[in-house]
């Protein structure tokens, strides 16, 4: 496949900023993609603001970082376990009724976390949030690849990655306000009543998504005959998957070993004020959100590999220059472009794995890559914390800008070649059901 992306009259689109609407008509996205679309749009809105607001509800308690990490530490692990037994489970019954239980069980599950205020009850509730949530993860990807087709794929993961980050910065937005709007509405809450109210009115927005879910109907898989003298055994993974996962588990080490200590470098190391470092991530997800937009482009003009990994090398040098500047202006120039590049890697990397793997593997494939990253995330933000510690934030800037740019030299020899070698799969348009049951 020489470009996963290529459409005819590649150079003639409508680009997005110039008439949004006349974009999204070229891409002939389908109305089983639209369905999808709502669903993810109230799940992402409910949990992002939940996300924001928990542990600031669960201080109101007076719970301290140790019993918070603990907490987060049950979620992680709920997720993790959870994983791949459930994209075994997607394959073998499909990935809408895993769906659905997603959507009722994280609703109800983070509800009452939000109800039942004592330690051991929470790390309970958070294991089990975990391994809800984790269903998620596994069904976005395949759901996503087979409600879209080669050439729209791109722009559907874009726009919803995009998004995803637009919900997130009107769930903060909302956050940030609430308390004052109902002050002038002439309701005087206590701040610990006011985030309850927030945080189980986004658990009610994450449960108004199954009403889409419940109208969703998936095509059927594809199967996929393997040529004679290349069947693989079940068991046996994707050959792709043995090149993709481990780049794919290293630039997670990229990414998280400095995005969780972002704000902590700014204040600490640049002594940025924590009122402008609030405005700076409010700016960062702007930045993302039009950025991400702006992938398709990248990779059609590029190639799907080839614009991964420009991506990749461009973090790479914010990363470099972030390390070796002490201009607090500069630093925040820096950071907003590494957070704008990254992100626009994420789309690439998953539309590829969606793309180069057969219909019937992609729940599997999914919760391979989700588990990974997961393991890889957990043990990586602690020792990049131990690092930062001990050598300072510079020292280990400059080392994560070398792994980034260690990463995309390997992604482009081990993926590349393989790029170039395994043909385009073939599928009928996306919500076309002529010719096709539809199932799970």
Not at 130 to 138: D, F, I, Y
Not at 371 to 400: D, E, K
Request: glycine share 10%.
């Amino acid at each position: 496949m020489e470009l996963l992306l290529s459409q005819a009259g590649a150079g003639k689109g409508t680009p997005f900023w110039k008439s949004p609407a006349a974009w999204l008509r070229e891409k002939k996205l389908s109305r089983g993609f639209w369905i999808f679309f709502t669903a993810a749009f109230f799940l992402d809105f409910g949990f992002s603001v939940y996300v924001f607001l928990f542990n600031l509800y669960l201080l109101d308690f007076h719970f301290n970082e140790r019993a918070m990490g603990l907490i987060g530490g049950a979620v992680t692990l709920g997720s993790v376990v959870g994983t791949l037994p459930a994209g075994v489970l997607a394959r073998k019954i499909g990935i809408r009724p895993l769906m659905i239980v997603c959507f009722i069980a994280s609703s109800v599950l983070c509800a009452l976390r939000v109800v039942i205020v004592w330690e051991s009850a929470q790390l309970v509730l958070g294991f089990l949030s975990g391994l809800a949530m984790c269903l998620w993860g596994v069904c976005f990807l395949p759901a996503v690849a087979r409600l879209t087709t080669e050439d729209n794929r791109a722009s559907a993961f874009s726009l919803i990655f995009s998004v995803s980050i637009g919900t997130a910065a009107l769930g903060g937005i909302v956050c940030g306000y609430l308390q004052q709007w109902l002050k002038m509405a002439g309701f005087v809450l206590q701040p610990v009543e006011v985030k309850r109210i927030i945080l189980l009115s986004s658990c009610a927005i994450v449960a108004m998504g199954l009403v889409a879910v419940l109208r969703l109907e998936m095509p059927a898989i594809l199967q996929e005959e393997e040529p004679l003298g290349r069947q693989r055994k079940r068991w046996v993974p994707h050959p792709f998957l043995l090149r993709y996962l481990p780049a794919m588990a290293l630039w997670t080490v990229v990414l998280v070993a400095f995005t969780p200590f972002a704000n902590v470098y700014l204040s600490k190391n640049l002594h940025v004020p924590m009122s402008r470092i609030g405005l700076i991530f409010s700016v960062a997800q702007v930045v993302q959100f039009f950025t991400g937009l702006l992938t398709p482009v990248l990779f059609r003009r590029l190639g799907m590999v080839p614009g991964i990994v420009v991506t990749q090398i461009a973090t790479a040098v914010t990363l470099l220059c972030l390390a070796a500047t002490h201009n607090s202006q500069a630093a925040v120039g820096f950071y907003l472009g590494f957070s704008a590049l990254q992100w626009m890697s994420s789309p690439g990397l998953y539309n590829l794995l969606m793309s180069k793997v057969p219909d019937e593997e992609r729940s599997t494939a999914a919760s391979g890559a989700l588990f990974c990253n997961a393991v890889v995330a957990s043990g990586t933000t602690a020792g990049a914390g131990i690092l930062f510690v001990r050598f300072g934030y510079p020292h280990v800037l400059m080392g994560v800008a070398a792994l980034a740019f260690a990463v995309a030299m390997l992604f482009w020899l081990l993926i590349g070649p393989m790029d170039r070698r395994v043909p385009t799969q073939s599928q009928p348009e996306a919500g076309s059901l002529e010719g096709i049951e539809v199932g799970g």
